[in-house]
């Protein structure tokens, strides 16, 4: 019954576990969790779902998918690709006895990234292209209007000449 009258706002601030000192900067201390958020559903109160209690964890977990995870995916992917530089070397220098060797780390084979940023963002291109297109419709509205009202304009001035034709061909 009282947990029905916090607002949620309040009660994700009450579901948070924060160690801080006397200077107010935040102390994380090591995890003894048997997994994420023990420690929270031990210290929630009574009749909190579990859903609100994932609320609550959000931004430790879009910080830790960003700086933890992101980094274990870099290093295995770093390791990985070593390892698989280093089973070529192996080889050729294994199936040529020793004719066909080389420095894995002497070579110019080495995976580069390109950094060198943009000078125009994804999303200044992305609004330049639609608005390209929408000019390009507008004109193509535009011209087709004006062939219409063309052949309007042609048609009448047929239709007058023919029909002044039969008023004078009629007397």
């Keep these: 019954m009282q947990m029905a009258k916090i607002v949620p706002v309040d009660l994700l601030s009450k579901l948070s576990v ?10 994380v201390m090591p995890s003894t969790e048997t997994y994420f958020g023990e420690e929270l559903e ?3 109160p009574k009749g909190v779902g579990s859903s609100i209690m994932s609320q609550s964890q959000h931004l430790a977990m879009e910080l830790y998918e960003s700086r933890i995870a ?3 995916r870099f290093v295995a ?16 220098e294994t199936i040529s006895f020793g004719l066909l060797g080389y420095r894995m780390d002497r070579t110019h084979s080495i995976m580069r990234i390109a950094t060198t940023a943009s000078p125009v963002s994804g999303a200044d291109v992305r609004d330049r292209m639609l608005e390209i297109h929408l000019r390009f419709k507008i004109l193509k509205a535009v011209d087709l209007v004006s062939r219409m009202f063309e052949d309007w304009k042609r048609h009448k ?4 000449a023919g029909k002044r034709q039969s ?3 009629c007397h």
Excluded at 77 to 92: A, D, I, K, S
Excluded at 157 to 160: E, F, G, M, S
């Design 77 to 92: 992917m770093t390791v990985m690709f070593h390892q698989m530089g280093m089973r070529v070397q192996t080889f050729f």
């Design 70 to 72: 992101s980094m274990q």
């Design 42 to 44: 031990r210290a929630a």
């Design 18 to 27: 924060v160690d801080r000192d006397v200077r107010g900067l935040l102390q």
């Design 167 to 169: 008023k004078s061909s």
């Design 157 to 160: 001035l047929t239709w007058a």
